[in-house]
Nanobody, 120 residues
Framework: QVQLVESGGGLVQAGGSLRLSCAAS????????MAWFRQAPGKERKFVAA???????NYADSVKGRFTISRDNGKNTLYLQMNSLKPGDTAVYYC??????????????WGQGTQVTVSS
């Protein structure tokens, strides 16, 4: 079992930056590929970015060039650096582990989410 806790969300103006963190416990994250998803009000949960055990990455087209996913296995923590934020990035952001792909159904473990709000 892996427990995931996100932090770092908040309110930011368009064009600004935030860095999300996801602290894992229970097992080392080096055992897992990990990812970030987001869910806007009234919409389905969507893939944002993923990272493999070895550091290979994959991004949704909507965030390529603006977001960077990274991991620190020594700190058992996953990160999402978000730059050039847009109002359309407003959502609850979720950390996940134990799967691979761009569908939420492909992942086993989820955090509780952290709210990101981008004002215009």
């Amino acid at each position: 079992q892996v427990q995931l806790v996100e932090s770092g969300g908040g309110l930011v103006q368009a064009g600004g930056s935030l860095r999300l963190s996801c602290a894992a416990s229970g097992r080392t994250i080096s055992d897992y590929a990990m990812a970030w998803f987001r869910q806007a009000p009234g919409k389905e949960r969507k893939f944002v970015a993923a990272i493999t055990w070895g550091g290979g990455t994959n991004y949704a087209d909507s965030v390529k060039g603006r977001f960077t996913i990274s991991r620190d296995n020594g700190k058992n923590t996953l990160y999402l650096q978000m730059n050039s934020l847009k109002p359309g990035d407003t959502a609850v952001y979720y950390c996940t582990a134990g799967g691979w792909g761009d569908s939420p159904a492909q992942y086993d473990y989820w955090g509780q989410g952290t709210q990101v709000t981008v004002s215009s």
